[in-house]
């Protein structure tokens, strides 16, 4: 999934907000320094979705008998992959 940077700048303020309004957290830093934190746990985790979204498409159009990308035969199998690879990255 691609987020625009402005995309993920709103996520961190929006996070943070949650955060400080709910009570979740106390501030020990300036909230820049904070939401630039969250900022690199979005992208990381954001790129830890696509590497597993690239490799359970590879897998799906490796097979002999072709499964057509959007069919329901393709999302199964895809979600079913996509849950064994988070797993074994320890997301799922």
Known sequence: MRLSDDKISHLTHVVLKGMVEKD?????DEESTIRREIRRI?????????DIDEK?????????????EGSSEWEVLY???YEEEAAKKGKG
């Open 24 to 28: 979740a957290i106390k501030l020990l």
């Open 42 to 50: 979005i992208v990381k985790e954001l790129k830890i979705a696509d």
């Open 56 to 68: 359970v498409t590879r897998k799906l159009q490796s097979y002999s008998k072709k499964i057509h």
């Open 79 to 81: 979600n079913k992959f």
